[in-house]
C-alpha cells in the first residue's frame, strides 16, 4: 500500500499570500496518478489537480501541482478568501485509493 | 451535469447490515471505475473500497475486507456498497467517487 504523507498540517497565510503543500509518497506514484482536492466543511471534496499537474475543469489558475515519482506539490499562487480549506493529496494509480491525511489551510 | 447520488445510508445497530446505493447520471458511467469513501466526523478520507468498469477488478480496505461487497449494475448506471457486520467504527459519511467525480454522501450511523 502506498503511504502519502502530507505537510504541513497547518498553514497559516494572510489572503494574497502563497501557499505551498507538499505530499510525500512511500513509494513511486505510477505515470503521475496523483490528485489534489479542497474541501470545505460540510461539503464533498472537489477535484483541483489530477495527473499530478492538470488542472480539473473550471479550477482557476492560481492553483498549480507538479512533481513525480514521490514528491509533488501544490501551489496557490495567491490565496484568495474561498481558498482557505483543507486539501487533501490522493494516488490513484494502483488498484486502490490513498489519501494524505490533508493539510488545513486556516486565515492568519 | 453529472450527478451521483448515495442513498441508504441510516442509523444501524452494531452487528447488523445495511446497502448503499449511488445513481450516477451525465456521463458514461461504465467508461470509469468507481470507489466508495468514507468520512468519519471530523477526520480525513478513508478509501472504502474500488471497482473496474466490468467488475473484472475489485479491491477492499483491509479495515472492511470479508465485511463489505461492492457492486455495479451498468445497465442502471448504479453503484452499490453491501455492508454486513456494521462496527461502531464504520460511522461516517460515504461517498460514491471517481477521481473527477463525487456525490455529496450518505451518513451511516452504527450504535446501539
Known amino acids: 500500500e502506498i503511504v502519502l504523507t502530507q505537510s504541513p498540517g497547518t498553514l497559516s497565510l494572510s489572503p494574497g499570500e502563497r501557499a505551498t503543500l507538499s505530499c510525500r509518497a512511500s513509494?513511486?506514484?505510477?505515470?503521475?496518478?496523483l490528485a489534489w482536492y479542497q474541501q470545505k466543511p460540510g461539503q464533498a471534496p472537489r477535484l483541483l489537480i489530477y495527473?499530478?499537474?492538470s488542472r480539473a475543469t473550471g479550477i482557476p489558475d492560481r492553483f498549480s501541482g507538479s512533481g513525480s515519482g514521490t514528491d509533488f506539490t501544490l501551489t496557490i499562487s495567491r490565496l484568495e478568501p474561498e481558498d482557505f480549506a483543507v486539501y487533501y493529496c490522493?494516488?490513484?494509480?494502483?488498484?486502490?485509493?490513498?489519501f494524505g491525511q490533508g493539510t488545513k489551510v486556516e486565515i492568519k | 451535469e453529472v450527478q451521483l447520488v448515495e442513498s441508504g445510508g441510516g442509523l444501524v445497530q452494531p452487528g447488523r447490515s445495511l446497502r448503499l446505493s449511488c445513481a450516477a447520471s451525465?456521463?458514461?458511467?461504465?467508461?470509469?471505475?468507481m470507489h466508495w469513501v468514507r468520512q468519519a466526523p471530523g477526520k480525513g478520507l478513508e478509501w472504502v473500497s474500488g471497482?473496474?468498469?466490468?467488475?473484472?477488478?475489485?479491491g477492499y480496505a483491509d479495515s472492511v475486507k470479508g465485511r463489505f461487497t461492492i457492486s455495479r449494475d451498468n445497465a442502471k448506471n448504479s453503484l452499490y456498497l453491501q455492508m454486513n457486520s456494521l462496527r461502531a467504527e464504520d460511522t461516517a459519511l460515504y461517498y460514491c467517487?471517481?477521481?473527477?467525480?463525487w456525490g455529496q454522501g450518505t451518513l451511516v450511523t452504527v450504535s446501539s
Open positions: 495527473g499530478a499537474s
Open positions: 451525465g456521463f458514461t458511467f461504465d467508461d470509469y471505475a
Open positions: 467517487a471517481n477521481v473527477h467525480y
Open positions: 471497482i473496474s468498469w466490468n467488475s473484472g477488478s475489485i
Open positions: 513509494q513511486s506514484v505510477s505515470s503521475s496518478y
Open positions: 490522493q494516488q490513484y494509480g494502483s488498484s486502490s485509493w490513498t
